[in-house]
């Protein structure tokens, strides 16, 4: 059953589906986070509690949330624009297993813009 409605049922759904995806994969995007996530099961339980938070607040205005995203990626290790790519084509398979069509696209778009002001602030603004 595909969720209509975002709720904190679904994304923690689409937590698990995404990061098991991510953790699974063996690009380069899934050895940065295995790498500075961490292994455990247990350290990725935490990580997608965080992200889950994060995206209640985005999305349903929770103030749940209060961690910096843009300097958790800045700090990361050099890697390649591409990988934003590659992200987004994992989240949206994600996302199209969790929702029905219209709240796939809504939260699609709020990722896409989020990757877009990561990647400008990345590669073009000095740090
Ligand atoms: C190639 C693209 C990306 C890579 C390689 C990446 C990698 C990572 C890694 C390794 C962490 C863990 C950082 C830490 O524990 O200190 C992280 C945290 C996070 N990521 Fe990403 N990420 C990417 C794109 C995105 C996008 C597009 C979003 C949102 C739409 C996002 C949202 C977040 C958030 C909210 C955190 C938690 C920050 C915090 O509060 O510590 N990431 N990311």
Known sequence: MKYDEINSQSIDKLMDIFYNKIRADKSELGEIFNNKVGRSDDAWVVH??????????????????????????????????ELFNTWLEIFYESLDLVFNEKPRNFIFQRAEGIAKRFKYMIYEVKH
């Open 48 to 81: 997608k509690a965080k992200i889950a938070r994060f995206w209640r607040s985005m999305l349903l205005g929770e103030p749940c949330y209060d961690g910096q995203p843009m300097k958790a990626h800045i700090d990361l290790p050099p890697f390649p624009k």
